[in-house]
């Protein structure tokens, strides 16, 4: 398979167009990759754009890339959202390139009551960024068209708004309601939340409930934080049809 980059801005290039990858992702490709004069690569917007090319000039600076073939990769529908509660050391970090390996669309921070890990304005700006930073890399190492997004820090109040224009499944262990067994509706979005280390909190089940949430369960067993959001995907991928 041909090596994979990513372009900074959206492209509207067309076969037999020259395109010019600079700055950190040309040095990637020309000085960590190796890529050579006459190499088939591919090229992404991160928005639905993927091009095929064939590298025309290298250097540490730019690598021109004359395009051969392009498709416009629809962006998936519903769209799959995971709600991830921040958690103490990289577990949330975890869960998010993993999530985005899957096949995830979108990622919300959550500061959920029981999250040891606590952002603050300064902090959330700087997490968010972290976060974005790892689906990138993540969303090009696996060949994705779209690059999922990376929603602002929410509140529990914030997620309880969505629920008015979304399937929202909450992931509880004690849950009678199996995942496998949802029926998904034909909501646009399907939003997957998940609790951080010590689980969700009582008082925050009751509100989404209340809201029109639906908690379910993966199986008999208890999750990481790390593991249960890439979990919970790879199920609704399969109920989707995605895979």
């Known amino acids: 398979m041909p090596l994979h980059f990513l372009l900074d801005e959206p492209v509207d290039a067309a076969p037999g167009d020259d395109v010019v990858l600079t700055g950190s992702e040309a040095h990637h490709a020309a000085t960590v990759r190796r890529v050579r004069v006459g190499e088939e690569i591919t090229l992404g917007d991160g928005r639905g754009a993927w091009l095929a090319g064939r590298c025309e000039a290298v250097s540490a600076r730019e690598v021109v890339v004359r395009v051969v073939a392009r498709t416009d990769v629809?962006?998936?529908?519903?769209?799959?959202?995971?709600?991830?509660?921040?958690?103490?050391?990289?577990?949330?970090?975890?869960?998010?390139?993993?999530?985005t390996e899957l096949g995830v669309d979108e990622?919300?921070?959550?500061?959920?009551?029981?999250?040891?890990?606590?952002?603050?304005?300064?902090?959330?700006?700087?997490?968010?960024?972290?976060?974005?930073?790892?689906?990138?890399?993540?969303?090009?190492?696996?060949?994705?068209?779209?690059?999922?997004?990376?929603?602002?820090?929410?509140s529990t109040a914030d997620l309880v708004a969505r629920t008015a224009a979304s399937r929202v499944l909450v992931l509880e262990p004690t849950a009678h309601l199996r995942l496998a067994e949802v029926d998904l509706g034909a909501a646009d979005d399907v939003l997957l939340v998940v609790g951080p280390e010590g689980g969700i909190a009582p008082d925050e089940l009751?509100?989404?409930?209340?809201?029109?949430?639906?908690?379910?369960?993966?199986?008999?067993?208890v999750l990481r934080t790390s593991t249960a959001g890439p979990a919970a995907l790879s199920v609704v991928s399969v109920l989707l049809g995605r895979w």
């Open 74 to 99: 629809p962006m998936p529908s519903p769209r799959l959202v995971l709600v991830q509660a921040l958690a103490k050391g990289d577990r949330d970090e975890l869960a998010v390139q993993a999530a």
């Open 107 to 154: 990622i919300v921070p959550w500061q959920a009551g029981r999250s040891v890990s606590r952002w603050d304005a300064a902090k959330a700006e700087k997490g968010r960024a972290r976060w974005a930073s790892i689906v990138r890399e993540a969303a090009k190492q696996a060949h994705r068209a779209w690059v999922p997004a990376v929603a602002p820090l929410a």
């Open 206 to 221: 009751d509100r989404f409930v209340a809201a029109g949430a639906t908690p379910v369960r993966l199986g008999d067993t």
